[in-house]
């Protein structure tokens, strides 16, 4: 999909639209903005009220999030989504926390109750599984929380075709765009952004130095990639002797977009599958969740997933 000639997702004008010319009103709308933002939601937990989602045993593909024990119920609701957004084929569950082992027992209980056959692992212990054949790899990921996120899709991707979700993405459609390269194992897909991928210039060097192409416009908070095609050793010569204090945030999505390139990855289409900030204020148009398959509600937009994309989840399924 060309993103240039890709219209993107549909717009909804809000009702309540404000003047842009107004600064009272644009502070009022950031005002209310925070509050969003900083409020609970008490919708995030009833995730675990649903009926158990039992994960077939034995699946070629799996469903990877690597989420942390405070944003373990968002990672259910990705979970949940997503395994029913690539239905009828059939994915395993893992999930990868951010924390140490003390830390986790609690949302461990929680996600095996909710998903009977799901893995958990540390996301460090999986990451360290790498060690023999990555170790530039490993010692990122002992540095950086997204280098963790980098090798925990790496040492998945060794054993299954893997999706690959953050835990703020959930599916809102059926995905065939997804579903049918996961049932033929034969094409990585990917998510990509409006304003092109995130670059970190050091990365990105190492890269432009070995000959790698990139995937333009990456996002990585979803992707999906066949067994073994994601570049092991093209990802340690990306990271070989670099120093990772001087690397920022956005590391890992240089050398997840170079891996996904080396697999020939195809972007999904934008008008269904959004990376957006759209919505982010009271008055701006909003995306209309009804007319796409997928979104990842990056920090500004979170508030949307707890607000609008959860309630259209939960009376979907507790309607069935």
């Not at 219209?7 to 909804?12: F, H, K, Q, S």
């Not at 990705?78 to 893992?94: K, N």
């Not at 540390?122 to 002992?142: I, K, M, N, Y």
Request: glycine share 6%; charged share 20%.
């Amino acid at each position: 999909m060309n993103p240039v000639s890709d219209p993107g997702p549909i717009l909804l004008p809000d009702r309540g639209q404000l003047s842009q010319g107004s600064i009272l009103q644009r502070a009022i709308s950031r005002a209310k903005w925070e509050f969003w933002r900083r409020r609970s939601y008490p919708i995030r937990q009833r995730v675990f009220d649903l009926p158990p989602r039992v994960i077939p045993p034995g699946a070629e593909c799996e469903l990877v999030i690597m989420t942390t024990p405070a944003l373990a119920a968002d990672a259910a609701w990705s979970a949940r989504s997503i395994l029913a957004g690539v239905a009828p084929c059939e994915a395993g569950l893992h999930f990868a926390i951010d924390a140490d082992a003390s830390a986790t027992e609690e949302s461990r209980v929680r996600l095996e109750r909710t998903f009977p056959g799901v893995r958990i692992s540390r996301a460090q212990d999986l990451a360290e599984t790498l060690q023999a054949d990555a170790p530039s790899v490993v010692a990122f990921s002992r540095r950086n929380a997204m280098g963790r996120k980098l090798a925990v899709t790496l040492a998945a991707n060794r054993e299954h075709h893997t999706i690959y979700s953050d835990s703020d993405v959930v599916a809102l459609a059926p995905m065939p765009e997804v579903a049918a390269p996961l049932r033929e194992a034969t094409q990585a897909c990917h998510l990509q952004c409006v304003a092109g991928t995130c670059l970190d210039p050091l990365v990105a060097a190492r890269g432009r130095s070995l000959g790698a192409g990139i995937c333009e416009n990456l996002n990585g908070g979803f992707n999906f990639a066949p067994r073994a095609a994601l570049d092991l050793d093209l990802a340690e010569a990306m990271l070989r002797g670099l120093d990772f204090g001087a690397i920022g945030w956005f590391g890992e999505t240089v050398v997840l977009a170079t891996l996904m390139h080396r697999a020939h990855s195809v972007p999904l289409p934008r008008a269904r599958y959004v990376v957006s900030n759209e919505g982010q204020f009271p008055g701006e148009p909003q995306i209309d969740h009804t007319r796409i398959a997928l979104r990842h509600f990056v920090t500004p937009v979170r508030h949307l997933l707890y607000r609008q994309a959860m309630p259209m989840l939960w009376r979907r399924w507790t309607s069935a």
